[in-house]
């Protein structure tokens, strides 16, 4: 699995012009599945993403985690990410996960992120979304499991 986090002051999904997910200090998840994954990957992107030390410390060193900080996580489905964009001007999704599949490896780790940390907001499998954020940094990573 893939996880392009993004460090934020804010973040939220909308469908429609409704809001479903939001959050403050904290990261946002744009989230990928690839045909190999299963839920061992969710848990170690998971592991990975409440783990990462991407905000400062006393120092001002990216030392601490999302978990040390207390700080809020949105995780958006994003199957684009998985896309293969080695060849030609379009992205091909042979290499993203079968929409079955995503989408229960993709509720699997919103359910498993909300067992292990609070607040989790999130997004809706294959919706058409609109994300909005204030990056802080800004810091932007990928992520694989």
Do not use: C
């Not at 690839?34 to 905000?55: I, N, Q, T």
């Not at 995780?75 to 929409?99: E, K, N, Y």
């Not at 989790?120 to 932007?140: I, K, R, Y």
Request: no cysteine; glycine share 10%; hydrophobic share 45%.
């Amino acid at each position: 699995m893939i996880a392009l986090i993004q460090r934020v002051q804010e973040a939220r999904v909308a469908i429609a012009g409704e809001v479903v997910g939001s959050i403050g200090r904290g990261l946002l998840a744009l989230v990928g599945v690839r045909p190999a994954d299963d839920e061992a990957s969710a848990l170690r992107l998971l592991d990975k993403v409440l783990k990462y030390r991407v905000f400062a410390d006393d120092t001002d060193k990216m030392n601490l985690s999302l978990q040390q900080i207390g700080g809020d996580l949105l995780l958006v489905p994003q199957f684009t990410l998985a896309a293969d964009t080695r060849h030609g001007l379009r992205p091909g999704f042979s290499t993203a996960a079968p929409p079955d599949q995503g989408r229960r490896l993709f509720t699997f780790l919103v359910d498993t992120a909300r067992t292990r940390h609070s607040p989790v907001g999130s997004g809706v499998f294959g919706a058409h979304m609109q994300v909005s954020l204030t990056n802080d940094g800004p810091v932007t990573l990928w992520l694989e499991s």
